[in-house]
Nanobody, 127 residues
Framework: QVQLAESGGGSVQAGDSLRLSCVAS????????MGWFRQAPGKEREFVTY?????????YGDSVKGRFTISRDSAKDTTVYLQMNGLKPEDTAVYYC???????????????????WGQGTQVTVSS
C-alpha cells in the first residue's frame, strides 16, 4: 500500500500564490508518476497536472497552464509539489494528489488510472 498526504492548502485572495505538497509513504516507494486533481462542490474531479517518474514529461489542464507548476523534490523521492500562482476564485476546490504506482502513465488525465489517492487539501480563493 502507498499512502499519500497533501498539505499547504488554505484561504487566499485572488492573485496570491500557494504551494501544495504531497508526501508518499508506505511500501517501498520509488519515483512514480504522480498527478494532481481537484474537485469543486457539485463538479466532477478535474485533472490539474501530471509528472512522470523522471520529472519529464509534465502536462497541465488548460485552466491552469502558465499559472501552476508541478515539480519533484530533488532530495526527497517521496515529495511532489504544486506551485500555484495567480490564483483565481475558480481555482477553489479540494486538491488531491494521486499515483498509479508506475513510472509512467499513459492515460494520466483520467482519474480512474490512479490507484492511490491522498485525503485532499482545501484551497479557497476569494475575489
Amino acid at each position: 500500500q502507498v499512502q499519500l498526504a497533501e498539505s499547504g492548502g488554505g484561504s487566499v485572495q485572488a492573485g496570491d500564490s500557494l504551494r501544495l505538497s504531497c508526501v508518499a509513504s508506505g511500501r517501498t516507494f520509488s519515483k512514480y508518476a504522480m498527478g494532481w486533481f481537484r474537485q469543486a462542490p457539485g463538479k466532477e474531479r478535474e485533472f490539474v497536472t501530471y509528472i512522470s517518474w523522471s520529472g519529464r514529461p509534465t502536462d497541465y489542464g488548460d485552466s491552469v497552464k502558465g499559472r501552476f507548476t508541478i515539480s519533484r523534490d530533488s532530495a526527497k523521492d517521496t515529495t511532489v509539489y504544486l506551485q500555484m500562482n495567480g490564483l483565481k476564485p475558480e481555482d477553489t476546490a479540494v486538491y488531491y494528489c494521486a499515483t498509479s504506482g508506475t513510472f509512467h502513465l499513459k492515460s494520466y488525465k483520467d482519474a480512474t488510472s490512479y490507484s492511490y489517492w491522498g485525503q485532499g487539501t482545501q484551497v479557497t480563493v476569494s475575489s
